[in-house]
């Protein structure tokens, strides 16, 4: 980590400054039902070259000719959604920081999506950081040179396109309720879309449209933000609007089975100096003898849910799917953030745009800080300094 910079920003940390800053954050939106966590990750030159390289190495596996074929099995045969176009709009990679044998830190892949992340949010949050804490102002939570007006014209020109920005809706089951609603409302105010719930669209013949006002306006894209493992014990949620699985005429931005191919499925793919050792549970030839060193994972979960950290040969002979599960040899987070009570682990999840005709470009980061077994909130609800944040790192010109 930067040293320099954490060294100050705990020295100068307090808590009222913390509780400033979580008010700054939230005002003019919804309340913010997740714990943002108290500083950001200042990323150093050499972390932030080798997070580059890493995402890399992903990008061109997902770029070769047969990715598709690769990952078609991704894709469960109930929830595919016709149309699907080249590639998706959307790159989300998650790095656990550790320390290699060199006892250097290094990222380690943990999860990759092809799905839309907190791309409003994370440039609200990082410019908070920097107002409330009065942080170098060259400090950024950008990569490639891009500033906030050449990061959300670039948002704008993915989700948006050459439409209409009415045309253009951010959709999710009930989106101004879901956790987050900040996200969504902060990506509306700098681009201009519609935020609608599933129930808020309705479907004549193969169009989509919603009321606004007096006006009917048809929906040409979808910023999709429904996630379908969220609703797949509840089907009926379709009859309150449309079933996306249906022949639309309406572009997806980004087409959602791309969830699936870029996911877990996609990690035994994957090798590399930044890639944990990844097979699918059913092409197995032997169970290894140092389970304790491994972690079991099923396809189709969300945000850690079904995840067995500790596991026994007995969990892996009640698997009856084991097609939908892979093992992973287990990452060892290191402690790199330090906080006035201990060392706390961190996570980054890089994040790409990829606009139609282009190259998929790293724009901004996510991190979050953890104490707990496991990153995410309901593993660390009882500790501080943990939550999500956002990386910042030396401003260096395109």
Avoid at 285 to 290: F, L, M, Q, R, S
Avoid at 295 to 324: C, R
Avoid at 374 to 398: C, H, Q, S
Wanted: hydrophobic share 40%.
């Amino acid at each position: 980590m930067i040293r320099s910079q954490r060294t100050t920003f705990n020295g100068n940390f307090s808590e009222e400054k913390y509780q400033s800053f979580l008010s700054q954050l939230g005002d003019g939106y919804p309340k913010i039902p997740f714990r943002v966590a108290e500083s950001p990750v200042f990323i150093p030159d050499d972390l932030r070259q080798k997070l580059i390289t890493a995402g890399e190495e992903i990008i061109k596996v997902i770029k070769q000719p047969n990715f598709k074929s690769l990952t078609q099995k991704a894709i469960p045969n109930n929830w595919e959604v016709p149309n699907e176009n080249d590639h998706p709009h959307f790159l989300t990679f998650d790095f656990g920081l550790c320390k290699n044998e060199d006892d250097k830190i290094v990222p380690m892949l943990i999860e990759l999506q092809g799905f839309p992340s907190l791309y409003g949010f994370q440039a609200h949050l990082a410019n908070t950081y920097k107002k409330a804490y009065q942080l170098d102002p060259n400090l950024t939570p950008y990569f490639n040179g891009l500033t906030d007006q050449r990061y959300f014209d670039l948002l704008k020109k993915v989700i948006v396109g050459s439409y209409d920005a009415k045309e253009v809706v951010l959709m999710d089951v009930d989106a101004p309720n879901q956790k987050t609603a900040i996200d969504f409302f902060v990506t509306a105010n700098k681009i201009g879309v519609k935020i609608l719930s599933i129930s808020d669209i309705k479907q004549e013949g193969n169009k989509l449209f919603y009321v606004d006002g007096d006006q009917k306006i048809q929906i040409k894209r979808i910023y999709n933000r429904l996630i379908f493992d969220e609703v797949a014990n509840d089907e009926a949620i379709f009859n309150q609007g449309f079933d996306p699985r249906t022949e639309l005429d309406v572009e997806w931005i980004t087409h959602p089975n791309w969830f699936y191919r870029i996911s877990k499925y996609t990690m035994p793919f994957l090798s590399g100096e930044f890639v944990p050792e990844t097979k699918f549970l059913n092409e197995l030839n032997t169970i290894p003898t140092d389970l304790e060193n491994y972690v079991l994972k099923p396809l189709f979960s969300f945000a850690g849910m079904g995840v067995i950290i500790d596991v026994q040969p007995e969990d892996i002979a009640t698997i009856k799917d084991s097609e939908n599960w892979i093992l992973q040899r287990k990452v060892t987070y290191e402690p790199v953030v330090e906080s006035p009570n201990g060392g706390v682990k961190a996570e980054v999840r890089l994040m790409y745009l990829w606009p139609d005709g282009e190259e998929p470009q790293l724009c901004i980061n996510l991190a979050r800080l953890s104490r707990g077994k496991m990153i995410g909130v309901r593993y660390n609800a009882d500790f501080d300094w943990v939550g999500g944040t956002v990386g910042l790192m030396k401003t260096i010109a395109p």
